[in-house]
């Protein structure tokens, strides 16, 4: 156990140190940059000025270097569309946000996607079935930014009934964002929860459970229910690395002041500190999520084991 611990925190590390080269060097092969005249009008004097005074005149390793350096003591620099604060700071305020539109939408989904899964499951093969399975599909391939456009055009200009965007103002700027947030995350538990369902209704335990005489609801409610829902913790790692980074369409298109819609405005401004910043931590969330998710399934599943550093079935 502990060589496999060491193993996957030895490749989380590797990974980090890939993407931040990998970022450090697209951002800045990308045309333009934070003091261009287009995006920050000012003269040749006062943007030599500015490039040297962020570094931006050295050769792109000692760049790197440098940049690396001061982050592994926890210094990330100052983003640049908020020059009175720190990355850190400016994270840290706007991830709230981030937490709690990610963490509705992603409760709203499982108390959503788990029964509808389910009732399709069992009601396999009928209307019920049909509709769960066409709604998932629909839930999966429409991206969330058409959802969020479609459902401003219908209930805010057309119905008039919500707002356009915002946020923390009233109870109603929050209906939106979350359902748009928690729809792709609903249809994904609903077929996920489905496909599990059906495997473990035609497994031998449970026929042997029918013939034992038990009620078909004791079986669905002692022995299918709580055996299908173990798959789920596959997608328990990308739906909480969703919530707690937040949805970058959502944030965007609704005006939420969240570390998704900072994000985009980094990219779009050439805020190199915060691209940087929010790139290395999306993909230690996303990589320590999915560490942690091998973990708690070689627990709760009895036929996976850790055998020498590697998983087996």
């Not at 003091?35 to 962020?54: C, Q, R, S």
């Not at 839930?139 to 209930?155: D, R, S, T, Y």
């Not at 998710?293 to 020498?308: L, N």
Request: no cysteine; proline share 5%.
């Amino acid at each position: 156990m502990t060589r496999y611990l060491m193993v996957h925190v030895a490749g989380l590390l590797g990974v980090l140190l890939i993407i931040s080269a990998l970022t450090f060097v697209v951002m800045h092969a990308i045309p333009g940059g934070p003091f261009d005249e287009a995006e920050m009008p000012v003269g040749k004097e006062t943007k030599a000025a500015l490039n040297a005074k962020y570094g931006f005149d050295r050769p792109l390793h000692e760049q790197y270097l440098r940049y690396m350096w001061a982050a592994l003591q926890g210094d990330f620099g100052v983003p640049f569309q908020s020059p009175s604060e720190t990355v850190l700071g400016l994270i840290g305020r706007t991830w709230k946000v981030s937490l709690l539109l990610g963490g509705a939408s992603t409760l709203l989904s499982v108390a959503v996607g788990i029964p509808l899964g389910f009732l399709a499951a069992v009601k396999q093969n009928t209307w019920l079935d049909y509709t769960a399975s066409t709604a998932s599909v629909l839930g999966i391939v429409l991206p969330p930014f058409v959802v969020a456009m479609l459902f401003v055009q219908l209930f805010s200009l057309e119905l008039q009934l919500l707002p356009t965007g915002g946020w923390g103002d009233s109870w109603q700027q929050v209906i939106m964002p979350v359902v748009t947030f928690a729809l792709g995350i609903t249809a994904r538990i609903a077929r996920y929860t489905r496909s599990s369902v059906l495997e473990v209704l035609r497994s031998d335990f449970v026929r042997t459970a029918r013939a034992k005489g038990l009620s078909r609801r004791a079986v669905l409610q002692r022995h299918v229910l709580r055996n299908s829902l173990t798959p789920l913790v596959t997608i328990a790692g990308p739906l909480l690395a969703g919530a707690i980074t937040g949805s970058f369409f959502v944030e965007t298109i609704f005006r939420i002041p969240g570390i998704g819609l900072y994000f985009t405005r980094s990219a779009l401004e050439r805020d190199y500190p915060m691209i940087m910043a929010l790139t290395l931590l999306f993909a230690a969330l996303i990589t320590v999520v999915y560490f942690v998710t091998d973990i708690i399934y070689a627990w709760i599943d009895p036929r996976v084991r850790i055998v020498g550093g590697r998983e087996r079935a």
